[in-house]
């Protein structure tokens, strides 16, 4: 069974970094397509960052520049450096993964088959 574990999130100030990372149990990430999501209160979910099976990435334009996504076959984890951090950027992050999607260029992961439970990420002004 596909299990996937996010840590990582937190408070930090405007300006600031935070890494999450997303731990994959049941799956070997390098098989599957990856990407994080973020939901801000009253807002829709919306895709982040995403990383295909062979490395390429794609990126939301809100996110460009500031965020990177990374996995790490050995440990089989999925990663997601923050920096630059605005308030805007506050929001629950979600891990997700898809054997039968994709990664999209604006870092949307279509057709998610897989969740992880969240972790919140507060950017203070």
């Known amino acids: 069974q596909v299990q996937l574990m996010e840590s990582g999130g937190g408070s930090v100030q405007a300006g600031g970094s935070l890494r999450l990372s997303c731990a994959a149990s049941?799956?070997?990430?390098?098989?599957?397509?990856m990407g994080w999501f973020r939901q801000a209160p009253g807002k829709e979910r919306e895709g982040v960052a995403c990383?295909?099976?062979?490395?390429?990435?794609g990126y939301a334009d809100s996110v460009k520049g500031r965020f990177t996504i990374s996995q790490d076959n050995v440990k089989n984890t999925l990663f997601l450096q923050m920096s630059s951090l605005k308030p805007e950027d506050t929001a629950m992050f979600y891990c997700?993964?898809?054997?039968?999607?994709?990664?999209?260029?604006?870092?949307?992961?279509?057709?998610?088959?897989?969740w992880g439970q969240g972790t919140q990420v507060t950017v203070s002004s």
């Open positions: 990383i295909r099976r062979r490395g390429s990435t």
């Open positions: 049941g799956h070997t990430v390098s098989t599957y397509s």
């Open positions: 997700a993964a898809t054997r039968g999607g994709y990664c999209s260029v604006s870092g949307t992961l279509q057709s998610v088959e897989y």
